[in-house]
Structures are given as structure tokens and as C-alpha cells.
């Protein structure tokens, strides 16, 4: 949702030519916080922060937005600041501003380079997108982040880098992702929207300037100060001088009939004074913008002018006080804060957990985007998966990947908080689509001619990635003989089960060294025939599965599929009663009577366990979701060796098969859900259910955030206001991005997604998930359609798996505990080894391109080529504190020798987001919360005692470190 508010505009013109910019400045030669103006201890201090919140993409489409409005915001502004050196404005959407910057003449870069090295225009959040915080992935948040930032300061210099966050639109806001900017080294994040009986509170409390203690591992270097905006991000009503806004004009010739300088002067100081009475110092930040304004600049700043220039005439005070207007930055607001805090020894409110779910207004619980729009979730998964693959093997084949490369700004694009949300309309979508796709196509070009260099091949392997595998479709597939090469992006060996759309006939695989590998043929979750018919893509009638077993790590393994027989070797669908399946007593499911489960055991746990999928309607006469009730098959799909299967029906469009995997620690819950039936008039979400023998859990269970640490939840319960329960449903759900989990004093359940969806316990002992969303209305927050997705020509099908584990909380498997269990499980489904199709198979079939794997518990997060002989490398410790008594422990890699290719000569590291070295970083540091034990691999003072030539790195449990490795090739 998009609000229209109201805002502020400025006065005096003055050309000013400021002296020459220093590209290669020093970051010590940027103005920084000297550019602030002053501020007062005895005067409030009003910060005007001039800005425009340009959505990549919302109610139109990227370039539509950019065409249409944000290049002339961009470039008015230039001219506007460069008339008078008081006026300020921050740029945010990096995505926009490389368009702008591509078209500009030399001299205007050039101006625009001053106005950054002197502080006028400040480059805030710095990102591809300001990216929403619910349904993202961390892995995904980092990249547009460092996408984002490179550009920036390859064009724009040292003095451009970011010192704040501005995520002022997301709609809720994750403890992770705040974390994420105490390690990228911002000083502050500030955003508008949290929960209107939050926001009640703290203005009440005057805590609405607060330090956000965002990681239960990381300490207080994830300590970062965080401001809530007071009212959404619009000027003030009445204030608004952008050329589409309607308010007065300030007039400053008393002879005029309209002159209303010292009335509007008085009106501004009254809001002011009302806002000052709800925040800790004697500092305000008052928002001067809002959805793409700013096209007229110069109008705006006019207005702003006289409105300064108006306190200084008529001198309006506060309870006696004088009142300091200024033009500001969200950036100096922040340090104004601290200087106030740390001089007059004021404590701040201290925040642990997050800010979701977000309601503007009783009854209205922002909480259906943790699920909409499912496929659009999905493949952006899928395209981070493809991603990490392109960067590892264009990193290790001594390939460039630079800002221009089409996944990278396709995946920093599909970040935006009306993108990954599914909030957009449905053209909007339609266009990330497309830039997703083309940016798929051609980081499958690249990987297939990198491969083919590193394996010495004359000519190249031509692989192809099959994007609609998931609806069997794959023309690859369709012939006589094809082959596969199943590439796997984790630094350690996996195994992974491959699943091919294929026609009905029995195959042979033959793996590596030419062995012979187990298959089955099986049956779809649903007939997909429907695609047929509207695209005219043969659709396939059957699944091919065998294991691709000890995949390499960062290694591939080769594989050639022949058509054996024209007598089909799956099993055929037949309606009977199902007791069992499984692999013996310690991995089974058992069914009751009607078909559905009665228990399921894995790792030696046994569960008393039903599950389904429930229609999520809370209307005013019922307020618990309606089962669709029994299923109408239960159908046992087949019984072989490599996996077992039982396909459960509830009508025409709600399926799934339960997957049993001969050596995996979970069970595969595989869904197709649509296309919804609202012919009855009434909009539909479709949850499904898990109710677990678990003792009582007392509402209480954790989930995910962004992919990371875990957070305690609790129905009916918020850790930092009175929650009341309007909404007994959507109140209680939160985002799912990997995992959701529920416990008593000895066992664990947990579900991991393949994308993010809502999810809650609200009952005791259970779990839920939404999975689609098809509605009749419009909710009226500004995208003027309902959420009935519309593709083939019918309703949307979603088809997605949820993988189940159970197991003693400490015990595990027997090996690792729950939680290294679950993270294990988590990270194989994020990053799946990619299987592409190809014309021919490598001379060697087998293959990494690692001389060693790494540790379990150890990361590879990035590996992406930086410049000539350099590679950036990130390493992450993937444990949390006391997760696993052996593997929660610092651990130390040595990572020479790791890479095949090249050789690491030194390695320098950087803040999180690649941008700043970290002996160049100044965050602030806070006396209320310290720094880190110098001792401890989190703190600065270690890990700049690190000298660059040793390469042995120690990482804390949750740390991720960032490194610039200056690296030799061999074949250079």
C-alpha cells in the first residue's frame, strides 16, 4: 500500500561552485557528518529531510516509473542543489539512479561527484531496491545490497557510501534484516511502519528512537540505533509542495492578497512542537516527500527556502524554546540523536525481537503477503539458486561479473517490497517474470561456456536449464537418450534425489565411472495437461527419480538417461487402502482408515500426525479455517527402492504426495493447490495443517528470519506491547522463510518451505502454512486489484513442498542434533545442486572444483568474481549459539589451497556488503550497549590483528565474514 500524504518546499537561489572532487578521496576528505548543519542543545532541532520514495516497480512497471517520473526527479534535484549549498537530498534506489546515470553528460557527473563529496546529496540505503523484509532470504538481501553499493561507489567515490538505512515502505520489519545493517556498517535504520498500537506506545513512552539489539549471537556489534518515522513518510498535511499537491504555496510579499508566511510559519512550528513531545531528545526528522515527488524541484525547495528563512524572521518557539529548522538527512538526524544521548546520559529503549506482523488499524493484518502471488516466490528462489552457481563458477573460471549482469539486477529488482511480496499488480509481475527468466537464460549461457573452459573442452557443453520442470515440461527430457549434469553449489559433498518429467517407458541411468544407477518412474502430483492446451508444450506423463549420490562439493557429476522399453516401468495409480509406507520401523508414515495419517516416525520419533489442506477464511461468522475434509483417494503411487509414495486427493485442484527417500532425515510433503473454486463467491487461502502428538506447547513456537537465527513467538502475545486479538488468525501469523518449528521439553517438529510462506501455531501441538491466495476484493491499500492470479488462461496452480523432520531435540539423527539437522536440511533446499541438460558428457564425469570441502558447519556463502585477480569471498558460520554442543563452537578454516584454479595470496577484509574495508568503517559505537570483548572473532580489534597473508579464519557462531581475495591463476 501506498499512502498520499502531504509536504514541504524551499527559498533563496545562490549559484555556488564548490571546489574540485576528489574521486580517490580518503574517506577522511568527505565532508561526512561535517556536511550536517549545526544543532542546538538548548533549541529543538527540526531535520527536513527532502526525499522521494520511488517503487521499483508497483502499479507500473520499472522503466514505466522511470520514464515517467524518476529521471526527472533525479535530475531536477542535481540542478536544484547546485543553486543553493544549504538545500540537501538523499537518493536511495540504486536500481533508478544507474539508469539516470547511463544518459548523463560528462559535466553532470561531475556535479553530481561534488554535490556527494560535499555532502548535499547523500546516497541513503544504497541498494539495488529497498528491498522488502518478510519474505526475502538473507543470501538475496546481501547480494542487491552489495550489487547496489558497487555501483555506487565505482561511480560516485568513497564519499558516497551509505551510513544509513531508509527502509521507510516494507510493511513490517525483520530482526535479521537490521542485523544485516549493523554488519554492513550503517549507523541508523529508520522506517514508517510498525503496529498502530506499537507506535501508540512508544510515542506515548517516547521510544520511538530506540537501539535495535538484532542478533541473539552476533552481540552488540548487530547493535544499530533505529528511528521510527512519526508519521508514515509524507510531509506534513498542508505541507506538500510537489507539483501534483494541491497545498498553498508559502507567499512572502505582505502585499500580496495570498501572503501567509507567518501563519504557515506558526502552523509548522505547532506540528513540530507536537511531534517533539513523542521523542527522547530534543531532535526531530520531519519526512519532505512521498511517492515519486520531486519531478519540479525546484518548486519544492522554493517553498522550503521561505519556510526556513520564515523561523528565522519570526523566531516561533516551543515552551520558551527556539527552534533550529535545518535542512538534514536521515544520516545526521542519527548522529544528532547520539550526541544528545551520549552527552545527557540518556537511555534509549532497547528492541530484541522484530516488528512484524505489521496492522495500520484494527482488523487489518498485513499478513497475507508472507504468502501471496506463491510461483512468484518461488522462482526467485530458484533464480538466487541459479545465481550463487553463475557467481561460483564465473569466480572460479577467472570470468568478470560486473553490475551489468542481467540476474544480479533481475534478483536485486525482485527484492522490492512490492515485488518478492506479491504486491504489484499483476502486469508488474508479469515483468519481473520476465526479467527473471532472461537473466536465468543467461547465467545458464554463461555457467556452460565457464565449465567448458575450466574442463578444457574444445567445444562447449551447450547446458541448458529446464525452468519448467516443475509442471513437466522439459523438451530436454523428451527424446531417446539425454543427459544431465547435476551441478552442487555447497563447499561439501551432497546427495540429491533428481526428479525429470519424462515419457511413460522404463530408462536406464548411468552415472559416473559408467555405473548403472537405481531409478523409478512415477506419477506427477497432478495431471499438468491443462498447460498443453494453452501453450502447445508437450506436457509429460511421468517423474523419473534416481540419487545423485556424494555430489562433489562446488563439483558436478555427469549422468546419461536411455530409453529402455516401451512397457512402462511406474507403478499404476490404484485406489486402495493404504496402511504403510516407509523404510522400515524408523522411517515410516501410517495412514488411518479414511487415508489420512495417523503417525509418521523419522529419526527414531515416533508422532501421531494428520494433515491436510484447510481453507483460511476469517469471516465475521467463523473464525477457524474450514477443513475440506477427508480425501477422496488415497492412492499408493509406488513401493521400489529409491523412494516411496502415496498420492492423497481432496477434489480437482488439492493434491499432494507424501515422499518417503530411502537415506533422508525428512519426509517430502509435495503440493498442487489451484486453481482455487471461489465460484461460490467467496475469496479462498488455502492452509495446510500438521497436528502433532507433541506434549502441550502452550502456543509457543519459533520461525525463521530471513533464512538465519530463529525467534520465539507466542500466540496472542507481543514482547513489547499489549496485543489485543481482533484478529485471532492473521494476528498470529508470521513469516516463513525456511523454517517453522514447534517443541516440548524433549522432541521437535519442524517444517521447512521451499519459499516463504504464513505460517502459525494456533493450536496447541500444531503447525500451519498458507499456501495460496485467490480473493474476490481488493483490500483498498493502493493496488486497486484483487489477488486472483490468472495463468494459461485458468487459475493459478501452485505447486511447492514442504520438508517434515521430527526427532529428539538433542539426539537428532544421532549424529548432530535437531537444530544442525534442520540447518543442514535448510541449506540443501535453499541451494539444490542444479541440474542442467546437455548435448554431451564431460570426458570426466565426475568432478569439483575444490581441492577439499569445508566443515559442516561452515558456509561458502559468496564466491563472485570482484576484478582482475580478485574474488569476493564470504564465509559463514551457519550455527547458532548452543544449537549443537560440538558444532556451536567457534571453528577456524584454512582456506589456501581451497580452489583449484587459483591460489589465495591475501585476503582484506570488509563490512558485510563489500563496499568499505574494515579498518575504513566508523559505526557508531553506543555507550549503553558497548563493543564486543576484544578477544572475541566479532570484534574489530581482532579481526583487524589479522594480518592479510593468514589465511586461517575463525568465525563465531552466526558470523559471516567478508573478504576481498587478491588471488593468482595458474593459468595466468
Known sequence: ????????????????????????????????????????????????????????????????YYYQSVQYTISTVVKSLLQNPDRRFIQVETAYFYMWWADQSQKTKADVRQLINEGRLEITNGAWSMND??????????????????????????????????????FGHSREHASLMAQMGMDGLFFARLDYRDRRKRNSDKTADLIWSASENLGNSSSIFTSVLYNHYSAPGGFCFDIRCGD?????????????WDTRVKDFANYAS????????????????????????????TNIDRLIEGFKKFKPTINSKEINIIYSTPSCYAKAVRDAVEAQKIELDV????????????NTVWSGYFTSRPTSKRLERLANNLHQVSKQVGAISGRQFDVKNKLSQAMGVMQHHDAITGTEKAAVEKDYHRMLTAGMETATSDISSGLSSLLGLESDLDLKSCLLSNISICAEADADQFHVLVYNPLARPVSHYVQIP??????????????????????????????????????????????????????????????????????????????????????????DHVGLIRSITINNVTSAKTSGAYIFRPDTLNRDAIPLGEPETTILVNTGNVVREVKQVWNDWVTQIIRIYKDEDYIEFDWAVGPVNITDGFGKEIITRYTTSLKETDGVFYTDSNGREMIYRKKDYRPTYTYTSEEPQAGNYYPVNSKILIRDEQNEFAVLTDRSEGGSSLNSSEVELMLIRALLDDDKRGVGENLNEIEYGAGLVARGSHFVTLGDIAKGNGEVSMAALERDIAQRKLLQPWVFFTETVPPQSEGSLLDHSLPSNVHLLTLEPWSDNAI?????????????????????????????????????????????????????????????????????????????????????????????ATVEFASK
Open 1 to 64: 500500500m501506498k499512502m498520499k500524504f502531504v509536504a514541504v518546499a524551499a527559498l533563496f537561489v545562490v549559484v555556488v561552485t564548490g571546489k574540485p572532487f576528489d574521486y580517490n578521496a580518503d574517506p577522511d576528505d568527505c565532508a561526512g557528518y561535517n556536511a550536517c548543519h549545526p544543532v542546538y542543545d538548548d533549541r529543538l532541532n527540526v531535520h527536513l529531510v527532502p526525499h522521494s520514495h520511488d517503487d521499483v516497480g508497483w502499479l507500473s512497471t520499472k522503466d514505466q
Open 133 to 170: 523484509e518478510a519474505a526475502v532470504h538473507y543470501q538475496s538481501t546481501i547480494d542487491q545490497f552489495t550489487l547496489g553499493l558497487r555501483f555506487v561507489e565505482d561511480v560516485l567515490g568513497k564519499c558516497a557510501r551509505p551510513r544509513v538505512g531508509w527502509q521507510i515502505d516494507p
Open 248 to 260: 498553498s504555496p508559502i507567499v512572502t510579499d505582505p502585499e500580496s492578497t495570498e501572503y501567509n
Open 274 to 301: 507536537s511531534q517533539s513531545n513523542n521523542y527522547p531528545t530534543n531532535n526531530v526528522l520531519i519526512t519532505m516527500g512521498d511517492d515519486f515527488q520531486w519531478t519540479s524541484a525546484e518548486q519544492y525547495y
Open 351 to 362: 528492541k530484541t525481537d522484530d516488528f512484524f506482523p505489521y496492522a495500520d488499524t484494527t
Open 502 to 591: 519424462v515419457d511413460d517407458f522404463t530408462f536406464q541411468v548411468t552415472g559416473p565411472l559408467g555405473l548403472v544407477i537405481d531409478n523409478q518412474v512415477t506419477d506427477p502430483v497432478r495431471d499438468f495437461s491443462f498447460v498443453s492446451h494453452a501453450t502447445r508444450d508437450r506436457v509429460l506423463p511421468k517423474i523419473l527419480i534416481f540419487k545423485a549420490d556424494n555430489i562433489p562439493a562446488f563439483g558436478y557429476q555427469a549422468y546419461t538417461i536411455d530409453r529402455q522399453s516401451t512397457v512402462s516401468s511406474s507403478s499404476k495409480e490404484k485406489v486402495m487402502a493404504v496402511d504403510e509406507i516407509g523404510f522400515g520401523e524408523d522411517k515410516n508414515v501410517k495412514f
Open 872 to 964: 569476493l569471498i564470504r564465509l559463514e558460520h551457519v550455527l547458532e549459539k548452543e544449537e549443537d554442543p560440538n558444532l556451536s563452537k567457534e571453528v577456524t578454516v584454512d582456506v589456501s589451497g581451497l580452489f583449484k584454479t587459483f591460489k589465495i595470496v591475501s585476503m582484506k577484509e570488509y563490512m558485510l556488503a563489500a563496499n568499505t574495508p574494515l579498518e575504513e568503517s566508523k559505526k557508531f559505537t553506543w555507550s549503553q550497549v558497548g563493543e564486543e570483548d576484544a578477544s572475541s572473532p566479532l570484534s574489530k580489534e581482532n579481526r583487524l590483528a589479522r594480518d592479510e597473508a593468514d589465511l586461517n579464519i575463525t568465525l563465531a557462531p552466526m558470523q559471516i565474514r567478508t573478504f576481498v
